[in-house]
């Protein structure tokens, strides 16, 4: 036998419908692609808001320029919510990318599972959340004076909103960690 058929192991063939709902999987390849085009608009929304900032930075008071900046940093944020979603979305749900090697290969990418996604999206969320938690509350120190779009209301909402992201990804982990105590113990006892 050659060395080619000793380490590739035989491949089980599949029927019609197996077949058909293992291939399904590829429908969601239009999907991430989409958010490939939607992380180009991002790009060109970082780059008009960083050209904004460049023409404004001698006219902009220091709040405005925070301001700005944590615009930029939320952008990333968000870009950087993409690509998780999209590497590991593709890589766990559709097929493997083969980076194994590769010196750009995220280190997060080699532990991936839907279980680490769902908890790495979670933080990125609230990541976001407290971008624009920071920003209103930045920008609701004119409340009293009547400079800000905010409410006192809104920034209340938007408060509760940011605590429910904070509980619900506490909420992700306890169960996700539960689920894997489960998990080892299971095999700790097949493995007696």
Request: hydrophobic content about 50%; glycine content about 8%.
């Amino acid at each position: 036998m050659s060395a080619t058929s000793e380490v590739l192991p035989k491949r089980k063939s599949l029927g019609p419908v197996p077949m058909l709902i293992f291939g399904s999987r590829w429908l969601q390849l239009p999907l991430y692609v989409g958010l490939i085009v939607a992380q180009g608009i991002y790009v060109v929304l970082f780059l008009k808001e960083l050209w904004h900032l460049f023409l404004h930075s001698f006219d902009f008071s220091e709040q405005q320029i925070m301001l700005a900046v944590l615009g930029l940093i939320d952008v990333v944020m968000i870009s950087n919510l993409l690509v998780m979603v999209i590497v590991g979305g593709y890589e766990t749900f559709v097929s493997r990318l083969n980076l194994q090697g590769h010196p750009d290969e995220p280190e997060w990418l080699s532990h991936v599972n839907a279980s680490v996604l769902k908890i790495k999206l979670a933080m990125a969320i609230i990541g976001i959340s407290s971008i624009h938690l920071l920003r209103t509350f930045i920008e609701a120190g004119g409340l009293a004076a009547g400079k800000t779009a905010y409410t006192e209301t809104g920034v209340m909402w938007q408060t509760i909103i940011h605590t429910v992201f904070i509980l619900s990804a506490i909420g992700i982990a306890y169960v996700d960690r539960i689920s894997n105590i489960a998990q080892d113990e299971a095999r700790r006892a097949a493995s007696h």
